[in-house]
């Protein structure tokens, strides 16, 4: 059974940048097909995805995040990781690491973390 | 970007009942859509991808349709374990989540 778990601060400075680290078992991180990414939900609000990368190191990020966001894979010690720069209150949010199944061009989410609740603040 | 809306925003319903959820895409994404239950504090549970495939292990009262622009979730007889909130996902282009449903006891 894969189990993800997300671990990072939960409070970051405005203008800082929010890392947070995912680790997978259960199933490795250099599998085919899965793509690991980072979605993140608003308090009290929807979904949101952030981006994904995969083994080989080929990236995808939200359009409207693009410029702030680096996701990086250390298959050494099978874990994901999500860099969010230039942070404000905007940014605060539960963040959830996810594994995505690949089907045609995009995935869908069937492994998730139990969340890192992300608060921006000074 | 493809925008995701769902409808209702709120349903309120009894155990026993049955339950249609609506998610109406702003293009077509063929069949690449998947839902999630939410419950509170909690990570989202896939139920249903590729518009009507079930996940593993999950009951046979969800139920999913649809393609292109319009596609259903339905919960065929309301168990109390299924109060919930519900996500639909499109995966045809990037990833966009509807806004949910929250599925309340009436």
């Known amino acids: 059974q894969v189990q993800l778990q997300e671990s990072g601060p939960g409070l970051v400075k405005p203008s800082q940048t929010l890392s947070l680290t995912c680790s997978v078992s259960g199933g490795s991180i250099s599998s085919v097909g899965h793509y690991w990414s980072w979605i993140r939900q608003h308090p009290g609000k929807g979904l949101e995805w952030i981006g994904y990368?995969?083994?080989?190191?080929?990236?995808s990020y939200n359009p409207s995040l693009k410029s702030r966001v680096t996701v990086s894979i250390d298959t050494s010690k099978n874990q994901f990781s999500l860099k969010l720069n230039s942070v404000t209150a905007a940014d605060t949010a539960v963040y959830y690491c996810?594994?995505?199944?690949?089907?045609?061009?995009?995935?869908?989410?069937?492994?998730w973390g139990q969340g890192n609740l992300v608060t921006v603040s000074s | 970007d493809i925008q995701m809306t769902q409808s209702p925003s709120t349903l309120s319903a009894s155990v026993g009942d049955r339950v249609t959820i609506t998610c109406r895409a702003s293009q077509s994404i063929s069949v690449w859509l998947a839902w999630y239950q939410q419950k509170a504090g909690k990570a989202p549970k896939l139920l249903i991808y590729r518009a009507s495939t079930l996940q593993s292990g999950v009951p046979s009262r969800f139920s999913g349709s649809g393609s292109g622009i319009e596609f259903t979730l339905t919960i065929s007889s309301l168990q109390p374990d299924d109060f919930a909130t519900y996500y639909c996902?499109?995966?045809?282009?990037?990833?966009?989540f509807g806004g949910g449903t929250k599925v309340e006891i009436k």
């Open positions: 996902q499109q995966y045809n282009s990037y990833s966009t």
């Open positions: 990368m995969y083994f080989s190191g080929s990236t």
């Open positions: 996810a594994r995505g199944t690949r089907q045609w061009l995009g995935d869908y989410y069937d492994y």
